[in-house]
């Protein structure tokens, strides 16, 4: 090894504050991608796997609308149009004990070059006679099976919307060498799962093989009404994509933990440049170029973030498998169940890991190494020389911050649908800002320095002093810091913000006294309905007032799935459902007479719809056009609703079915006796779930809370390294100045003085940090929910600032200064000030 | 100009050193302060040349320029017949990596490296194999007497030792020429006769030509010939202007 990288790498470790505080921000930076970019990419693996397994190699798909389509298509299609390559699949939401299933329900016999499944010991042979041949009987995986308890031949209940049907395990998948994804799906013969879900004579889809493009056409033509044929692939994009938004948002979490974590490293970096200049001086003039010097700096860089990733790594994927729960929670929360996932390493997670490890690395170490070698040797020597140099900066720097602000803005306001842009835009208005601080600082001190000096003393005003006329050290880690604690500040008002005005939303919404529907399970699937005779007399309960009913199915588009919300609107519900766009009073008449839908804030942004625009949805009847009247606000986590009336669901979809009723009580106090009036009704019939107002905003804020457990990691995980950052380079600035101290010290200044000094400095550090990061915070708190969730989602959230968030930030600041105050302090009273002023 | 004569008053020695109308100065706010003011002056190879004046009459200015890591505002610096300021900044730094040493004042030795990895620097930076380096090395040490700590890290070290070393290290390259700025500035009295004992037999044993800024008489006199640095002139300790 060369003396020059020598030099280096014994410079590192004898300054262990700057190098702890460095490799932190690294190990941190990719540990939060890493683990982020793990967990989303595992669980869609896990999505996709789920999906693929009920999908299988069909190239295409014949689907109808919520209430399916006849059995006798299926063998029209097959007979009369000789499509042999077909399979029929009833779908659905099944539990056995407390473990949700997918259900599908398969013809064995036309199985074969669709979907392949291995059978495990103890149900080979017979597995498929038994299959077709028993009713109730179904095929699990053996880990599954396992799980419940259940050997081959036992029988068992399999639930489906509240409702318990009679099961029989035939046999078991073979856990090894079976297809990935099968371990979340509940296989029987299609007629037990048309028994199961009340679908008998209906299928979900059929599925195809076609070979040739001739061959789709002719099968689309002869196609009955209110079927549609879509390409397989397609709909797994279109299933994948929902969860898009979801692994997006997350994403742009851990992009402001990594911009956070190179504000340290760039901090870090600088400093030790900063902090060698006399020595880089030294190393010039014994004729060491500047490449030399400058592939020094990078040298260094490269070490630190190879170092970092390293940790960064192992971190990364130990975070990842926590994450990861989180992640499939809300998967299963909002989109589809895909049941326990288990991290995969993923090679690209790790390069983009290494990637930003060591490309911000070197991108942090870029400026001080260039800084380095600009200046003249003789300047590099001179430490005066640096700070003017800072100084008459200063306006240059200015000029960037707006420059940046001013692209950020314009990035911004030219696009209102890209999300790369948005987060770009972000990235600019933020780094332009981070600029301005040093300014800030420079200014804030100059100005303080005067009246706190009368007040408090010499030594007080010195401190103060101190901060403006050491800028070249003062500066970064103050901005590096503001930006870490903006960082906080920007995550706290966005989930505060967002989970009030959900708050406020679902306190609107749910104004009926009771809910009752089946288990929540099966999400838009058509088989969650109330059984008819059931919702008759629990509607004839004496407590009841009246009731809203509401029917909610998922239709598949060419453009995705669509939640369909068919309501029989009760004055209260209208009252309390906010249109955002439309003339009310025209878009309620255009709801109430069935000319015209409304649909949902999301949707709208999303798919660029309006009001007086049309959407297309598939029919019973075909692909019918329906004129949008209004947008409403919602805060749903699909590709989107379309609100309409009852009686226009009826009449396109032919389908008289009740999901949930919205039940106003004779008197809010009978609840109890309602509940249990239902439970009697339903017991043995049809599990249902009863609750008030006050439980489902209760039940949905918790999954909000859930779907931001994430969020709040990483959170918390930013807040860390923030901390971590503010002491360390804190401490680090102080433990530079030993030298200078021991010189107070030899002037007559006590322990106690000097410690004074140090910690009066460190916290007006933190104060300005803190002071700094707010309007940065709260910046980057409106960008996130305006720009990046209002990209992402389409959510109209109102930004609410707590003054807690902001006082939170400034203590955390101040907390970190205190705390890297005691070090410095410490060390200056135990070493004597002519060793001190011996220090390097 | 004057004309460059050998010092054994021989045949002309080749010229170590050419100032030509060499003008430097500072500005100070509004004010010009005029450092250097279009001197002319020439040294011979294996001269020594002492730069005595009061703090701020420009001597380590002028060794700065001499050494290229600083430009003069006008005029031009001849090395060994090597123009310096027509050379860029690159070719400026090799120029002083092969040719010249430094001593400063500070010491400024390297603490992350080790009391004969100082030396070897400036060895490994002209391309000599680490055996021949380390070798070298511990030849300087011994000559300066430090033999047994060449494994201590400069902190480790007195003032007067950590100079010592600074002066094998300036002259572990053999350069042509070797500047010091003050450098027992920071010793006290004794030392600094010892380090100064060091330099003088260093530079006989390696020939080179040196440039010596003081402020005391006292170390003037080690060298040959005594430049006064006064308001922006040289003036010889002759009297004459140069």
């Known amino acids: 090894m060369n003396l020059l990288a020598k030099t280096s790498l014994r410079y590192l470790p004898r300054h262990p504050w700057q190098l702890a505080v460095a490799l932190l921000g690294i190990a941190l930076g990719v540990a939060v991608i890493v683990a982020v970019d793990l967990a989303n990419s595992s669980a869609q693996r896990a999505f996709l796997g789920a999906v693929d397994a009920v999908y299988g190699e069909a190239s295409h798909q014949v689907v109808g609308g919520p209430a399916g389509i006849p059995e006798s298509d299926y063998v029209r299609l097959r007979l009369d149009g000789g499509v042999r390559a077909s399979a029929p699949v009833v779908e659905g939401f099944v539990s056995i004990g407390e473990r949700a299933f997918n259900l599908l329900g398969v013809d064995p016999f036309a199985e074969a070059g669709f979907r392949t499944y291995q059978i495990g010991s103890g149900g080979q042979g017979r597995a498929w006679l038994d299959l077709v041949s028993r009713p109730g009987a179904f095929v699990l995986d053996e880990r599954a099976a396992a799980a419940l308890g259940l050997d081959v031949g036992d029988s068992t209940e399999v639930i489906v919307a509240g409702k318990k049907r009679p099961g029989f395990l035939a046999a078991t998948l073979a856990a090894e060498g079976g297809r990935p994804g099968l371990s979340d799906v509940v296989i029987s013969d299609i007629s037990s799962a048309q028994e199961w879900l009340g679908w008998n004579g209906r299928l979900s889809r059929i599925d195809l093989r076609i070979e040739d493009d001739a061959g789709v056409a002719r099968i689309a033509e002869g196609l009955p009404e209110g079927s549609q044929l879509l390409s397989a692939a397609g709909r797994s994009r279109q299933t994948l994509g929902m969860t898009r938004s979801f692994s997006t948002s997350l994403t742009a979490m851990s992009l402001l933990a990594v911009l956070v974590g190179v504000f340290l490293i760039y901090n870090s970096v600088s400093f030790t440049v900063i902090q060698r200049r006399p020595l880089l001086g030294v190393m010039r003039s014994l004729g060491v170029t500047r490449a030399e010097i400058a592939g020094l700096v990078l040298a260094e860089a490269l070490v630190l973030g190879m170092v970092g990733v390293v940790a960064g790594l192992g971190l990364g994927y130990l975070l990842s498998r926590e994450l990861l729960g989180l992640v499939t929670q809300s998967i299963n929360d909002h989109y589809y169940y895909v049941g326990a996932a288990s991290v995969q390493l993923a090679p690209w997670s790790v390069v983009k890991g290494i990637v930003a490890g060591v490309g911000a690395s070197l991108l942090a170490a870029a400026l001080p190494a260039w800084e380095a070698t600009q200046a003249p040797p003789r300047q590099t020597l001179a430490r005066a020389s640096l700070e003017q140099r800072v100084s008459e900066k200063l306006g240059l720097i200015e000029i960037c911050a707006i420059a940046a602000i001013a692209g950020g803005i314009l990035a911004l306001v030219v696009t209102d649908r890209s999300l790369v842009v948005g987060f770009a835009g972000m990235f600019l208005i933020v780094v332009g800002l981070a600029l301005l601080v040093p300014g800030f600082v420079a200014l804030l001190s100059r100005r303080l320095a005067g009246p706190i000096g009368r007040l408090a003393g010499l030594s007080t005003r010195m401190a103060i002093q101190g901060i403006g006329r050491s800028l070249s050290r003062t500066g970064v880690a103050v901005t590096a810091l503001a930006v870490a604690v903006a960082a906080t500040i920007g995550v706290d008002v966005m989930v505060g913000s967002f989970r009030g005005s959900v708050d406020a939303w679902l306190q609107r919404s749910l104004n009926a006294d009771m809910y009752v529907a089946p288990p929540r399970l099966a999400g838009g699937r058509a088989e969650r309905e109330i059984d008819p005779l059931l919702l008759r007399r629990i509607v004839a309960l004496p407590e009841v007032d009246h009731v809203g009913y509401s029917r909610s199915v998922d239709v598949v588009t060419s453009e995705g799935v669509r939640r369909l919300l068919a309501v029989d609107m009760t004055d209260e519900y209208r009252a309390n459902t906010r249109l955002t766009r439309g003339d009310a009073a025209a878009a309620w008449a255009g709801f109430d007479d069935g000319s015209a839908v409304l649909i949902s804030e999301p949707l709208a942004f999303l798919h660029n719809l309006d009001a007086g625009d049309e959407i297309l949805l598939p029919t019973a009847r075909g692909v019918r056009g329906f004129r949008i009247a209004g947008v409403y606000e919602d805060f749903d986590t699909g590709s989107g609703t379309v609100m309409l009336n009852r009686d226009l669901y009826r009449q396109w979809w032919q389908d008289d079915s009740v999901t949930a009723i919205a039940v106003y009580l004779e008197d809010p106090a009978e609840a109890q006796a309602f509940e249990a009036a239902v439970d009697a009704l339903s017991a043995g019939r049809q599990s249902l779930l009863v609750t008030s107002n006050r439980d489902i905003l209760k039940m949905s804020l918790d999954i909000f809370d859930r779907t931001f457990t994430i969020t709040n990691v990483l959170y918390l995980l930013t807040v860390a390294v923030a901390f971590v950052g503010m002491v360390g380079a804190f401490s680090a600035l102080q433990m530079e100045r030993i030298r200078e101290l021991g010189t107070l010290r030899a002037l007559g200044f006590t322990p106690w003085q000097v410690g004074g000094l140090v910690n009066v400095q460190t916290l007006g550090l933190g104060l300005l940090s803190g002071l700094a990061a707010l309007p940065l915070g709260v910046v980057m708190a409106w960008i996130l929910l305006h720009v990046i969730n209002r990209r992402a989602f389409g959510w109209q959230i109102d930004m609410s600032v707590s003054p807690s968030a902001l006082l939170g930030a400034l203590a955390l600041a101040v907390a970190a200064a205190t705390l890297a105050g005691i070090y410095p302090s410490w060390r200056m009273a135990r070493t004597a000030p002519a060793s001190a002023m011996r220090e390097e | ?242």
Request: overall charge neutral; glycine content about 8%; hydrophobic content about 45%.
């Open chain 2, 1 to 242: 100009m004057r004309v460059a004569v050998a010092h054994n008053g021989s045949a002309p020695a080749p010229s170590a050193i050419r100032l030509l109308n060499v003008s430097k100065s500072y500005r100070e706010g509004e004010r010009l302060h005029v450092v250097l003011d279009a001197i002319n002056a020439e040294v011979v190879a294996g001269d020594t040349v002492a730069l005595l004046g009061s703090s701020g009459s420009g001597k380590s200015t002028l060794l700065n320029l001499i050494s290229g890591i600083d430009q003069p505002d006008a005029g031009a610096i001849e090395l060994a017949g090597t123009r310096l300021t027509a050379l860029d900044e690159r070719a400026r730094t090799l120029y002083r990596r092969r040719n010249l040493g430094f001593v400063y004042q500070f010491f400024n030795l390297l603490p992350t490296l080790t009391v004969a990895e100082n030396i070897r620097l400036p060895l490994e930076l002209n391309g000599v194999a680490a055996v021949a380096s380390e070798r070298r090395s511990l030849e300087l040490l011994d000559a300066v007497g430090l033999a047994a700590r060449a494994t201590s890290f400069p902190e480790r070290l007195s003032g007067g030792e950590q100079q010592r070393v600074a002066i094998a290290r300036a002259l572990a390259h053999a350069p042509a020429l070797v500047l010091a700025d003050e450098p027992t500035g920071n010793l006290d009295e004794e030392t600094g006769e010892q380090v100064l004992g060091v330099l003088q037999k260093m530079l006989v044993e390696h020939g080179s030509t040196m440039v010596l800024a003081t402020h005391s008489r006292k170390v003037a006199a080690i060298a040959r010939r005594v430049w006064r640095t006064q308001n922006g002139h040289l003036i010889e300790e002759s009297g004459i202007s140069l």
